[in-house]
T-cell receptor
Framework: EPEVTQTPSHQVTQMGQEVILRCVPI?????FYWYRQILGQKVEFLVS????????KSEIFDDQFSVERPDGSNFTLKIRSTKLEDSAMYFC?????????????????FGPGTRLTVL | DQQVKQNSPSLSVQEGRISILNCDYT??????FLWYKKYPAEGPTFLIS?????DKNEDGRFTVFLNKSAKHLSLHIVPSQPGDSAVYFC??????????FGTGTLLAVQP
């Protein structure tokens, strides 16, 4: 069964450093998302991406964050200058979208996550 | 922002019995609701969903009920199995499709 994959599974970085989290969404999915979960808190929406541009972003997604789909398979989240409070699990998700045969086009499927630890 | 609430942080059920997990929402613009199962250090795994035009959706041992007038949904698992032990999140979305998650309910199924 197709699945969303994410690398690395765990990233440790120093405060102020740049990190890039990588995701490979399910092929033929058109909508891509990043969420995060700070320890002990709920899963929060960060950003949605469609047709090579951001569709929506949350208040959390400030100028330090950016997303990119550099090729036909990868979807990345970059944090330019990490802060201690960026430590969290980051989840990528993808959704099929309308116009494709089969499946539930509104359901988002999640990857296993990247644990980001900022020291 | 408490648009989606799961008021029970935990639930313990005997194997073979029914598990009922509850979720309330406040935003009447939500039109799609999902339940995800999550183990520690893993991503949410999709279980079952329901559109706002329905009041029930069933998939094997899992049934989701939606009461729009009460802004309430529930997930029924019957019969419960020890492998069902995990954190269950409800989530809701509207026109923009971003998911708003509840805080989760830890289900423990006792053998």
């Amino acid at each position: 069964e197709p699945e969303v994959t994410q690398t690395p599974s765990h990233q440790v970085t120093q405060m102020g450093q740049e990190v890039i989290l990588r995701c490979v969404p399910i092929s033929n999915h058109l909508y891509f998302y990043w969420y995060r979960q700070i320890l002990g808190q709920k899963v929060e929406f960060l950003v949605s991406f469609y047709n090579n541009e951001i569709s929506e972003k949350s208040e959390i997604f400030d100028d330090q964050f950016s997303v990119e789909r550099p090729d036909g398979s990868n979807f990345t989240l970059k944090i330019r200058s990490t802060k201690l409070e960026d430590s969290a699990m980051y989840f990528c998700a993808s959704r099929e979208g309308p116009g494709l045969a089969g499946g539930n086009t509104d359901t988002q499927y999640f990857g296993p996550g990247t644990r980001l630890t900022v020291l | 922002d408490q648009q989606v609430k799961q008021n029970s942080p935990s639930l313990s059920v005997q194997e073979g019995r029914i598990s009922i997990l509850n979720c309330d929402y406040t935003n009447s613009m939500f039109d799609y609701f999902l339940w995800y199962k999550k183990y520690p250090a893993e991503g949410p795994t999709f279980l079952i969903s329901i559109s706002s035009i329905k009041d029930k959706n069933e998939d094997g041992r899992f049934t989701v009920f939606l009461n729009k007038s009460a802004k309430h949904l529930s997930l029924h698992i019957v019969p419960s199995q020890p492998g069902d032990s995990a954190v269950y999140f409800c989530a809701a979305s509207g026109a923009t499709n971003k998911l708003i998650f509840g805080t989760g309910t830890l289900l423990a199924v006792q053998p």
